[in-house]
């Protein structure tokens, strides 16, 4: 007897096959059965007619709860109505176990119920949508960069220094060594592998301790980093479009079923299309000061709202939702002022005030997805850039060596996962984009 899965169960018509899952529903009306059985691939419908099956086999389907897990046998045949839907006509069932009643019913339940039993949660058919739709755009990731040439490099997660300021570290004591803190981010590490294989890229967990309950932000999420030698800034955005367009694109092309069961309108991703805007820092600020988007300051007494908006200051989600307003594809904010961002951002050599930075924004208001620079290559910028950072300074001589032997011009970017699959499963919050979210209220399960 052939062990099917549901996804591949159209090339089994009129065959039997056995398939191993678990009982999502079952509704009965006297001498039929219908069970729905799901086995993490898809769902399918059985039939149990009650004269075609012995008595064992009737009173068993009977017994089951939600979620107990079994082994059925059946002839897969065409839905008599539905195109492309197939059922499973079963004619044996073998228990493994009968489930405790279930506490995540087809009715609606709330969020931080549905977080505090996530491990079960994980099994709804939405939540199963979302995380294939993951594994699509890290698959689809990874394709991408083997087949444009570049050298996967692991990055250490203990690290002896910050790479995205220090106000956001999380520290633990490493034996006798003192502190050490959980990477913000690879891209340090990987801008050594650049100098060794030539285009790279990190894909792992970075951390934040960073004490906001946004919609996008967690304390654990995970970071795709390429870092190239011998790119500048455009070449940089130039990668950057076509990647994101080849992942839109592919996992629209691979993901339909499950981009519609999330109620995706899939039309404006696949607008996705190089080339994408790109904007500088000073344009996206006359789109704010345009559309009069106050800053927005928190004080002692509350909230100061400043306006025109100020030169040098960083973006929230009001601000990143009116710049992107207009524009139906990522728009690409490029050279910010310099105090607003990272030590290593290369400076303008036409205006010494300007970082050499982008920050990618998702359409439809789903905030930055992508943040990325070209380096300072140049050894005393840098090393006066740790100072004035008040970095410590003998924890990044490796980092200098880089610019001591053989510096070059080089770029990369980051790209946040969870952030991209917020926005391409379109999503409330980014919590449901990975399997176990941790943000600063929650650590379980
Ligand atoms: O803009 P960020 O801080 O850039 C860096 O870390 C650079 N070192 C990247 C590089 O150039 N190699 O973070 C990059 C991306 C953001 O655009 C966002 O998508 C995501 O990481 N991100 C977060 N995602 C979820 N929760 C958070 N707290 C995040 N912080 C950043
Ligand atoms: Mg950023």
Known sequence: ??????????????????????????????????PEIRDGSGIIQGVVVKSAVSERVWEDFSKLTQESSIKVKGTVSKHPKKEGVFELQINDVEIIQIAEPYPITPKEHGVEFLMDRRHLWLRSPRQVSILRVRNEIIQTIRDYMYDNGFILFDTPIFTPNACEGTSTLFSTEYFDMGKAYLSQSGQLYAEAGAMALGKVYTLGPTFRAENSMTRRHLTEFWMMEPEMAFYDIDDDMDLIEDFLENVVQRVLKNCRKELELLG?????????????????????????????????????????????????????APHEEAIVEDFDKPVMVHRWPAEAKSFYMKRDPSNPKIALGVDVLAP????????????????????????????????????????????????????????????ICNLENIREAIPFARRPNRITP
């Open 264 to 316: 995706r309108n899939v039309s404006k991703l696949e607008n996705v299309k190089k080339p994408f805007p790109r904007i500088t820092y000073d344009e996206a600020i006359e789109i704010l000061i345009k559309k009069d988007i106050p800053l927005i300051r928190k004080t002692s007494n509350g909230e100061e709202q400043i306006r025109p908006f100020p030169w040098g200051e960083d973006f929230g």
């Open 364 to 423: 439809e208001g789903f905030g930055e997805i992508i943040g990325g620079s070209q380096r300072e290559d140049n050894f005393a910028e840098l090393e006066k850039r740790i100072i004035e950072h008040q970095l410590p300074l003998e924890e990044f001589q490796w980092f200098l060596d880089l610019r001591r032997y053989g510096s070059v011009p080089h770029s990369g970017f980051g790209l946040g996962i969870e952030r991209m699959v917020n926005w």
């Open 1 to 34: 007897m052939q062990r099917v899965s549901v996804s591949k169960i159209s090339d089994y018509t009129d065959q039997e096959v056995t398939i191993n899952g678990w009982l999502y529903n079952i509704r009965s009306s006297g001498k039929l059965m219908f």
